[in-house]
Each structure stands twice: as C-alpha cells, then as structure tokens.
C-alpha cells in the first residue's frame, strides 16, 4: 500500500521553498501531517495545541484539516521561524500563534483544555509532559512524533525517548500506539471518565 498523501494544504508548497531558504530541515514530515489533517478534522470545533511551530509545515497540515469553527494555538521559541509560517498562515483567524518558550507557555496557560495536542519539539514532550498531557481534554488525543533516530540527535538522546515512552505507556488516564511509521510516532487518548 503506498501511504503518500493524496491531499496537501494550499500553503505547503510555499512553506517548503522557505524553509528551505531558511536553513530549517526540521518541518513536519508528510505522513506526519496527513495524520494531523485526519485528526484535526475528526474534531468539529475542536481546540488544538501545536507546541513547535517551526516554520509552520505541521500548522499548514492542521489547518487543512480543521473546521472553520476550531481553533488552533501554535507556539514557538524561535521568532525568525515563526515568522514564516505567521506570513503564510497568519491571515487565517482560527490560529493563534504565541512567540516565546512552550514550558514557560504551558505553566502559564490557564484555559481551556485541548482535543488535540501535537508536541513537537521539547516542552511538551521530554519537558513538561505532566502539563502538556494536563492539558488534553476527556476522549482527546496527544502525538509525538520524531521517536525514531533522527539526524542531530544529541548523545544519549534514545535512552530519554526509551524513557518517554514507558512512561507514556504507563499512564492509566490514557490508551496509547506507537506507530513504526513516518519518523516515529505514538498516539496517546485521554480516557473518558
């Protein structure tokens, strides 16, 4: 079975060509994103947390899948890469985008939780994970991805996903998959009651 994309968003192709300009290679992978159009789409209205921006690959992705009632926050440590996406995506009103540090972010955040979290990059995920999963709203979904080595990680780094991941998996209040897939992911949903 081939499991490329048959559907983009409008603004990947812009995205790309500046981030390639940039110097940026840690955008969203493609599988990734058709994942994230999927999930953002099963939830009408839904509110969604992207923490890692980037230069707004994975936001582009969400988006596609949205409805025009969600509504989407995207926060990002690196102003110069956030900027790109706030000037391919900016104009949409159901994304926010927040420029500064995502623990700092999620310690402060005081609002509503969210239906779908997307953490990819550090807080959240191997920082922060207590507050992030906090975060995930009753029958919503958490996802990670980049679980499989990558390029540039630095040593000792599979211990701390090996880490994650038992402790993800661990946790009662959700049902997990890790998903031998794309550049590694695993899917975590908030239990109901």
Known sequence: MDDTPNRFPPALTALRARAREAGF?????????????????SRPAGRVLELGTGVGEGTAWL??????????VSVELDAGHQA????????????TFVTGDGGAWLEEYAGE???LVFADTWPGKFTHLD?????VAPGGTYLIDDL??????PEGHEASVVRLLADLE??????????????GLLMAVRSVG
Do not use: I, N
């Not at 290679?25 to 789409?41: F, I, N, P």
């Not at 499989?148 to 990680?153: A, L, R, Y």
């Open 25 to 41: 290679t840690m955008s969203c992978e493609e599988r990734t994103g058709s994942l994230l159009a999927a999930l953002a789409a």
């Open 63 to 72: 988006l596609s899948g949205m409805s025009p009632d969600a509504r989407l």
């Open 84 to 95: 790109v996406a706030r000037g391919e995506l900016g104009a949409d009103p159901r994304v």
């Open 113 to 115: 939780p969210f239906d």
């Open 131 to 135: 507050r992030a999963l906090d975060l």
């Open 148 to 153: 499989d080595p990558q390029p540039g990680w």
């Open 170 to 183: 661990a946790r009662e209040e959700f049902r997990t998959v890790r998903l031998a897939w794309a550049s």
